[in-house]
C-alpha cells in the first residue's frame, strides 16, 4: 500500500512539473486509453455472456435430451412390466417353499375312507379315461376339412392333428400326475389349464380343442391323485404312532414284569427270613418280616393296578433349548413306572442335546390331564397340521401357572430353569474356540 501510495505520488509531482502543452498530450493518452480498456472490457462482457449463453443452453440441451432418455425409459420399464405381466399368465408357478407356506392344512376334494379306496377310485377313473379316448370323446374336431379339395386328405389332416394336440394335452397331465405332490394340487391344475389353453389356440384355425369332459376328468385325476397321496401319507404317520405306541406298551409290559420279578424275590427272600424267625422263635425278626411282606404286597398290587389302569401314568413336561430354543416345551403322557427312562428314549440321536425335565407329575387319570394341557396350550401348538407332535411355544413358567390352576394339587415340584448343561458346556467350548482363533 505505501509503495502504490508513493508511487502516485511521484506521478502527481512529475505532472506538476509539465508544462501546459505535455500536460494536454498525457491528458489525451490517459482518455485514449481507458477508451481502449473500456472497449476491451465491453469485449471481454460479451465474450463471458456468449459463454454463460452457451454452457446454458447446452445445458438446457443435455437436460432435454435427459429427461427424454427417462421418458424412454419409463415407456420401457411399462412395456416390459406388460410383457411380464402377460407372460406371468402362461407361467405356472412351481416354487415348492412357496406353495408349501400357502397350503396350509390340506382339505380333500374327495372324501373317502381310506388310501385303498381311493386307490380304487383312481383305477377306475383311469379306465373312464381310456374309453373316453378309445371312444373318440377326448377331443372335438371338424369332418368337413377339406386339402387340395380333397374330403379324405382333409379328414386324415384334422385326425392326426388332433392326435399329436391330445398326446401333447395328456403328457401334461400324465406330468403333473407324476409330480404330484397334495401341496402342489393348485399349481398342477394351473398347468393343466393352461395346456389346454396353449392347445385350444394352437387349434383355432382347425377348430379342434380338447373336449370339456375330458378335461374335468383329468382334474379329477389330479384331485384324486392329491387326496390319495394325503391319506396315504396321514395313513403311514397313524401306522407310525401306533408302532410307537406299542413300543411303548412293549416298554411298559417289560417293565411291570421285571418289577413284579424283583418284588417276588424280595418276597420269597423275606418268606424264607419269617420262617427262619418263626423257626428260632426271634418275635421280633417275626414281626420285621411280616412288615416287609406285607409292604411288597402292597407294592405288587399298585404294579398290578398300574398293568390294569390304562389311564394312569406320568405327564411329563420337558425341553430342549440347544434344540429348540428358549420358547418351546414338550408336554406329553407315559405309563413307564419309571417316567425318566421315556425321556431319555426321546433324547436320544435324533436331537442333539438331552431334554431338561420341568416336571412329572402321577395322576390315577393321566389320559385327562395330558388332553387338558394340550386344548390349553392348542393355539401355541408348533405343528398345527399333526397332533401327535407334542410341541408347544411356550415357557416353562407359563406352564407351571397352567398346571397350577388346572391340577395344583399334583404338582409336587417343578423346575422352571433350564440345566442345559451339555448345551451350555458346548457354547463355552465354541466361544473358547473363537477366542484362541482371534488371537
Not at 426321546?346 to 385327562?368: C, K, R, Y
Request: with cysteine; aromatic share 4%.
Amino acid at each position: 500500500m505505501d509503495a502504490e501510495i508513493a508511487r502516485l505520488r511521484a506521478r502527481v509531482d512529475q505532472l506538476r512539473g509539465m508544462d501546459a502543452v505535455a500536460l494536454d498530450a498525457e491528458t489525451e493518452r490517459a482518455r485514449t486509453e481507458l477508451a481502449e480498456l473500456r472497449a476491451r472490457a465491453i469485449e471481454e462482457r460479451r465474450r463471458t455472456d456468449d459463454d454463460i449463453r452457451r454452457l446454458r443452453d447446452r445445458a438446457d440441451a443435455d437436460r432435454a435430451a435427459a429427461a427424454e432418455t427417462l421418458r424412454g425409459l419409463h415407456r420401457q420399464i411399462e412395456q416390459a412390466s406388460a410383457e411380464l405381466a402377460g407372460v406371468r399368465t402362461q407361467i405356472v408357478q412351481t416354487q415348492d417353499t412357496a406353495m408349501l407356506q400357502e397350503a396350509g392344512i390340506y382339505e380333500f376334494k374327495h372324501r373317502l375312507a381310506d388310501a385303498v379306496a381311493y386307490r380304487s377310485r383312481l383305477e377306475d377313473l383311469r379306465d373312464e379315461i381310456k374309453a373316453t379316448i378309445r371312444n373318440g370323446d377326448a377331443i372335438d374336431s371338424p369332418t368337413n376339412w377339406t386339402v387340395n379339395g380333397s374330403t379324405a386328405q382333409g379328414r386324415k389332416l384334422v385326425r392326426e392333428t388332433a392326435k399329436l394336440m391330445l398326446r401333447a394335452y395328456n403328457a401334461e397331465a400324465d406330468a403333473c400326475v407324476r409330480t404330484m405332490r397334495p401341496h402342489r394340487l393348485a399349481s398342477c391344475t394351473d398347468r393343466l389349464e393352461k395346456a389346454r389353453d396353449s392347445i385350444t389356440r394352437l387349434g383355432a384355425t382347425m377348430q379342434i380343442d380338447v373336449t370339456e369332459d375330458f378335461h374335468q376328468l383329468r382334474r379329477a385325476e389330479l384331485e384324486l391323485t392329491a387326496d390319495y397321496l394325503a391319506k396315504l401319507e396321514a395313513e403311514k404317520e397313524r401306522v407310525r404312532a401306533e408302532r410307537a405306541a406299542a413300543r411303548e406298551e412293549a416298554a411298559l409290559r417289560r417293565e411291570i414284569e421285571r418289577e413284579k420279578a424283583k418284588l417276588a424275590k424280595e418276597d420269597a427272600h423275606w418268606s424264607n427270613v419269617q420262617e427262619h424267625m418263626r423257626a428260632a422263635g426271634d418275635v421280633e425278626g417275626l414281626s420285621e418280616a411280616e412288615s416287609r411282606r406285607a409292604e411288597i404286597a402292597r407294592a405288587l398290587a399298585d404294579v398290578e393296578a398300574r398293568a390294569a389302569n390304562t389311564r394312569t401314568g406320568w405327564v411329563y413336561v420337558i425341553s430342549n433349548i440347544g434344540a429348540f430354543g428358549e420358547r418351546m416345551v414338550k408336554i406329553g403322557m407315559t405309563r413307564r413306572l419309571d417316567p425318566t427312562e421315556r425321556v431319555r428314549e426321546l433324547g436320544d440321536a435324533s436331537v442333539p442335546f438331552t431334554f431338561d425335565v420341568h416336571a412329572l407329575i402321577f395322576s390315577a387319570d393321566a389320559v385327562s390331564l395330558e388332553r387338558r394341557l394340550h386344548q390349553e396350550l392348542a393355539h401355541r401348538r408348533v405343528n398345527q397340521v399333526n397332533l401327535r407332535r407334542e410341541f408347544f411355544y411356550a415357557t416353562p413358567a407359563e406352564v407351571r401357572q397352567l398346571l397350577h390352576r388346572i391340577d395344583g394339587q399334583h404338582l409336587l415340584d417343578f423346575t422352571e430353569e433350564c440345566e442345559a448343561s451339555e448345551w451350555r458346556a458346548s457354547r463355552s467350548a465354541q466361544a473358547g474356540d473363537r477366542a484362541r482363533g482371534a488371537e
